[in-house]
């Protein structure tokens, strides 16, 4: 296994056990050999877990794009003892769905593991390209917005009360400090790892990888033969979320431990989120939102206009 | 005049007047001659004072180091009409000191300006690398916090109740990101251009370029003719302020404007500083403090311990 993760000269020593370390830990001013550092990746996505303070035998349905994140926290889950299944939603994009799905599908068959996979255009009606065509929003946000949102409708279909992501440590800072930088105090409250359900056909929602960074993901990817998709979405190019990223990989660089402790900070200073404002339900679709029409609804009337 | 800041293709108009633009504002997503970028940068100081509330007749001791920065603030405050005087605290700094001194020194003979001259060793007792030596602190913190008390003192001393400080934009944009990913909330009070004087021994503290980006202050010394020290200070590379402009930086090449709408959007929701807690006088010095020791004389006897 040590040769899985090769970054480091012989004779560093693991922090945990002192046996040869071959994973470097720059924000943690840490070394660590491939065991020590599962059990680490497992202790973040554990006390992830017990925050959010859901029975252990709740049944979780994680949503799997096939990238390294959501494959990597169902392996996690998995491997924790939680009884979890899969749902994949095919997004129809030319050379990235098609790849997307068989990551997922090798993944699972592989640890027998199961899920379901559904497709945007049969749940939809359009595909996500289709969509671009006809909208002059950003398509990242349109496409974040309808997976939200297809997830939970899914999830309550599929009989689950929880449905797992895999936004990592450097998503949830680079959206704290797209939020910050940009004053959306709205998103605020929405800001945090777990979100309770609030409404029957709302199932909580969880991000048990908010504590563990993107390469430590990929590393935690490498050690346990997880197998993402390559190819980045092609759509994806130039989003703005990726910005807010890059600006705190660079002051991560130069300063190790920023990124946690932005983060972590920020999360040890607020509440929980409360309990929103009661729904109505949507006149098309019967599904709970705050207006008349619910942004799924309301996506479609726009599309079906053009 | 063209000529100087030659950065715009034949054909490019200016957005105010129309003629021949030479400058280009990414962050305004606008083109500008020079005269009217004149203009535009005295609005700038002008908006600044405004908001400040100061009466115009005022006069205001300018700290000036030798850099583009509290050269082009002390050029507009004399152009707009302000009773100025310069004030240089030689740091002591081998082959950066000098040169900054010689700065302030052809600036002000040029402009026929009066202006002082202070030497950090004779007012404190010892110069920066010589407190370098002797302190485990980060050094640009500690002349940071000589400066702005010497800067009260003196000024107090040469009977002027208002200080100016070269900041621009981008310090103050860096600043915030800085207070607000490390959570340094208590640094946010202060966190504003002006702060009033809350003591007879405090003078007011004004920063009336905090309206315009380093680059732009750049593009007013080349028209005004203004020759600041070429040098960066030996002793503050990798600072950390440096870091987070930097960060900001690259958030505004791939989002023009977003460091403006940063900074703005936080000071326009904000309520301007408070009236702070009761100073007492230091036992050492008499300058009024919040302990019982000031920062001043509390470094002092640090010094001399070790």
Redesign the interface.
Known sequence: MKDIVPSLPAGAKCIRCRGQASIRMSSHNANMCPSCFRHYFHTGVRRAMKKFGLPHRLPLMVAVSGGKDSLAVWEALHGLGYDTKGIHVDLGIDGFSGQSSEAVQRFAETRKLPWVKYSLREAFGYTVPEIQKRTRRKICSVCGLLKRQLLNRLAVKEGFEAVVVGHNLDDEAGRL?GN????RTRYFEKQYPFLPSTHPRLPAKLKPLYRLEAHEIRTYCKIENIIPVEADCPLSK?A?SH??K???D??ET??PG?KR??LF??LD?RNPPRDSSPFEPCRECGEPTYGDLCSVCRLKSQLAED
């Not at 910050?180 to 004053?183: C, E, G, Y």
């Open positions: 400090l910050l930088t940009r004053h130039g703005t910005a807010f890059e600006a705190l660079f002051l130069r300063m920023t402790d932005f900070t920020y200073r």
